[in-house]
């Protein structure tokens, strides 16, 4: 779904309510934004498209996190999960390295789970999630490196 369908069918359900949720601003701005751009002339940037720009440029200037919070924010309106689908990246050489680079998080997440914040322990727990991913994918490597070791033994006798 597009922003300006997103601002038509809010409209079409309470034009009124939207006007009040935006400071009062006139109806007519809101038509403007549930306009679809390919077929009007002048097609306004809706908060939803300036939201969009804005977490992008976050997200370029490395505020990762603050743009998760936003958007943890409005799914929890909705009682929704955001989930992070970058790539995997393991930042250590090893998988040793990477195993032992897990009991930070480990212990972050069960401290979490002392507390009463239900918030702090989603946050510690992808986090964690994370980082055993990591984990998984420097195995999936040696594995890979094994196998491929293997081969080359077997070619050579």
Same mark, same amino acid.
């Given at each position: 779904?597009? *922003?300006?369908? !997103?601002?038509?069918? $809010?409209?079409?359900? +309470?034009?009124? /309510?939207?006007?009040?949720?935006?400071? %009062?601003? +006139? *109806?007519?701005?809101?038509?403007?934004?549930?306009?679809?751009? $390919?077929?009007?002339?002048?097609?306004?940037r809706?908060?939803?498209?300036?939201? #969009?720009?804005?977490?992008? %440029?976050?997200?370029?200037?490395?505020?990762?996190?603050?743009? !998760?919070?936003? !958007?943890?924010?409005?799914?929890? $309106?909705?009682?929704?999960?955001?989930?992070?689908?970058?790539?995997?990246?393991?930042?250590?050489?090893?998988?040793? =390295?990477?195993?032992?680079?897990?009991?930070?998080?480990?212990?972050?997440?069960? %401290?979490?789970?002392?507390?009463?914040?239900?918030? #702090?322990?989603?946050?510690? #727990?992808?986090?964690?999630?994370?980082?055993?991913?990591e984990?998984?994918?420097?195995?999936? =490597?040696?594995? =890979?490196?094994?196998?491929? /070791?293997? =081969?080359?033994?077997?070619r050579? *006798?």
């Amino acid at each position: 779904m597009k *922003s300006w369908e !997103i601002f038509d069918a $809010a409209r079409k359900h +309470s034009k009124a /309510q939207l006007c009040a949720i935006w400071g %009062n601003r +006139s *109806s007519r701005l809101i038509d403007y934004w549930a306009q679809d751009p $390919a077929f009007c002339a002048d097609p306004k940037r809706n908060p939803i498209d300036r939201m #969009e720009m804005l977490l992008r %440029n976050l997200d370029k200037e490395g505020l990762r996190d603050v743009v !998760i919070a936003v !958007i943890r924010l409005l799914g929890g $309106a909705v009682d929704c999960k955001v989930v992070d689908r970058r790539k995997v990246i393991p930042d250590k050489d090893t998988l040793q =390295e990477e195993i032992i680079d897990d009991l930070p998080f480990l212990a972050q997440y069960q %401290n979490a789970l002392q507390g009463d914040d239900l918030e #702090e322990v989603d946050h510690a #727990e992808e986090e964690l999630r994370r980082e055993l991913a990591e984990n998984r994918v420097r195995f999936v =490597e040696q594995l =890979e490196k094994k196998r491929k /070791q293997r =081969e080359e033994a077997r070619r050579k *006798s």
